[in-house]
């Protein structure tokens, strides 16, 4: 929790550890959907066929094909522990998790806060008064 500023600590109910062996992101997302962490897996290849499915919409929303096309290959691997080139990343990957799981998507970090959603609700606020 001390890695989140203070005004937004009052937003967060739990904080998950998941196995970090270079699939962790979809290890989390395992656990933010009710599944099992070892469920991981299944997630990847979700997420994989719903960018082979839909490349050229997810193409156009990266911005080029160059990162689609490293999306892709982040995706189609199925081993633990994965390598480096391996890791999901963020918050390239946002629009593509929220679309498929129909879940809000927040990005955190000290460089960017963003928020990807399949719905048209109210997103994570931007600043908290405190």
């Known amino acids: ?20 062996d270079g699939n962790c992101g979809y290890r989390a997302i ?9 469920e991981w897996i299944n997630i990847r290849k979700i997420l994989f066929i719903e960018l082979e499915h839909y490349f ?12 689609a096309e490293e999306l892709r290959h982040k995706l189609n691997f199925y081993r633990s522990p994965a390598p480096k080139d391996r890791w999901m ?6 629009h593509l998790i929220a679309s498929v799981f129909k879940v809000v998507v927040v990005f955190l970090s000290n460089h960017q806060c963003l928020t990807f959603s399949h719905y ?4 994570f606020p931007l600043r908290v008064d405190v």
Not at 30 to 38: F, I, K, Q, S
Not at 89 to 94: H, L
């Open 120 to 123: 048209d609700i109210r997103p």
């Open 30 to 38: 395992a656990v933010g959907l009710g599944h099992d962490e070892n």
């Open 89 to 94: 990343i963020m918050p390239e990957m946002g």
């Open 1 to 20: 929790m001390k890695w989140f500023p203070i005004g937004s600590r009052k937003y967060i109910e739990e904080i998950i550890d998941v196995k970090g």
């Open 56 to 67: 050229s919409l997810y193409e156009g929303t990266c911005g080029d094909k160059e990162l």
